[in-house]
């Protein structure tokens, strides 16, 4: 026999529901922080590939066999250092990138812990519910058992 009583309700439930979908953002951003990480990364292996191929040329112009005007040679190393100065800027960007994703992550670390709060919060009301209804129902239980005795002792 079920005693039926209130049913559980978990009186921060907007607020658990609203934690989640905070944690739910925080992990789309970290994921957006990791893809733009991921396109700073790939833009630096490609510069360092350009300028590793700018070096190469460099050093192929300036082979004692092979003689090359002085104006083109200027202009070489301006490429080279054009592409170096790009190679810096990349990895600075790598860099607020690496930044921003470990702030992500950090936010994220928080706002799951916020939310497994709540979520430890409401089982805990939900087995105290539980143990209170079966307490009722054993109270009910021992009531019809009393009413039971009474009337096969009368």
Same mark, same amino acid.
């Given at each position: ?16 529901? /609203? ?7 925080a ?12 396109g700073?990364? #790939?833009?630096? =292996?490609?510069?360092?590939a %350009?300028?590793e ?8 112009a ?10 083109? /040679?200027? +202009?070489r190393? +301006?490429?080279v250092? %054009? ?11 790598l860099?607020?990138h #690496?930044?921003?994703? +470990?702030? =992500? #992550?950090?936010e994220?670390?928080?706002? +799951?812990?916020?939310? *497994?709060m709540? *979520?430890? /919060? ?5 087995a105290?519910?539980?143990? *209170?209804q079966?307490?009722?129902?054993? #109270?009910? /239980?021992?009531?019809?058992?009393? %009413?039971?005795? =009474?009337?096969?002792?009368?």
């Amino acid at each position: 026999m079920a005693v039926t009583g209130p049913s559980f309700r978990f009186r921060l439930e907007r607020v658990r529901a /609203l934690r989640e979908r905070h944690e739910d953002i925080a992990r789309q951003a970290l994921a957006h922080a990791i893809v733009q990480r991921s396109g700073s990364e #790939d833009r630096l =292996r490609a510069v360092d590939a %350009h300028l590793e191929h700018a070096r190469a040329e460099q050093r192929q112009a300036t082979v004692p066999s092979v003689t090359v005007p002085a104006a083109e /040679l200027q +202009a070489r190393q +301006a490429f080279v250092e %054009h592409v170096e100065a790009q190679r810096l800027e990349g990895a600075r960007e790598l860099e607020r990138h #690496d930044v921003q994703v +470990a702030a =992500r #992550d950090s936010e994220l670390g928080q706002a +799951a812990r916020e939310h *497994e709060m709540l *979520e430890r /919060l409401k089982e805990r009301h939900r087995a105290e519910h539980r143990h *209170e209804q079966q307490r009722r129902e054993g #109270d009910v /239980l021992d009531e019809i058992a009393m %009413h039971r005795f =009474r009337r096969s002792a009368a």
